[in-house]
């Protein structure tokens, strides 16, 4: 990690970036590379939904000055990774219901109102623009209240990264920092 992180600071000491930053880092791992770095991550990119809110992460980065950037804000449900958890939440569309909102709008809503950017991945042109439709009108303090009594679960296990004979991660467990307590 230290050597590309220097390496990264180096393209932007030359001008070749406007900003760096990292991805699917926890707290600990963005504290062992803030250890050497002389400029701290601007984003760190991270699974975040209303099913994984990251509330610990999120507190971190923000003492930190680092901004939080969330992918599958809608919880996905691919063939490898993602779940129902966000678009089929009973709370949301509660929340959606009496705001006349889509359970999308909810949920990206909710993710700005955090201090987080929202990465959605969509194709259809009315979905898109319903996603934009997030910016002229707010949750109310109880409908975060309500938020935050979803069942937490991460969508993407990260299996895929974890082998006991190759590479750094022997466990789930290292891979995710000990945070895995919310994982089902």
């Known amino acids: 990690m230290k050597g590309t992180w220097e ?12 900003s760096i930053g990292v991805s699917n880092f926890s707290s600990k791992k963005i504290s062992q590379l803030l250890e050497h770095a002389t400029i701290s991550p601007a984003v760190n990119q991270v699974e975040m939904n209303a099913a994984w809110q990251q509330k610990k992460l999120l507190e971190f980065c923000k003492e930190k000055g680092i901004h939080v950037s969330a ?50 991945k969509s194709f259809n042109k009315e ?12 949750l109310s303090t ?15 296990s990260g299996e895929m990264f974890i082998s006991k004979d190759y590479g750094p991660y022997k466990s789930l467990e290292e891979f995710w920092d000990d945070d895995i307590d919310n994982y089902q």
């Open 7 to 18: 390496a990264m600071e180096e393209c932007s000491r030359l001008g070749l970036c406007k």
């Open 142 to 156: 109880e409908d975060t209240e309500k938020i935050k009594n979803i069942p937490q679960r991460r969508g993407y």
């Open 71 to 120: 992918w599958s804000p809608l919880g996905a449900n691919g063939a490898c990774w993602g779940s129902l958890a966000v678009m089929e939440s009973p709370i949301l569309k509660e929340i959606a219901a009496a705001k006349v909102k889509s359970v999308a709008q909810i949920a990206l809503r909710w993710i700005q109102e955090q201090g987080a950017s929202v990465i959605v």
């Open 127 to 138: 979905r898109m623009k319903l996603n934009l439709q997030i910016f002229d009108w707010e």
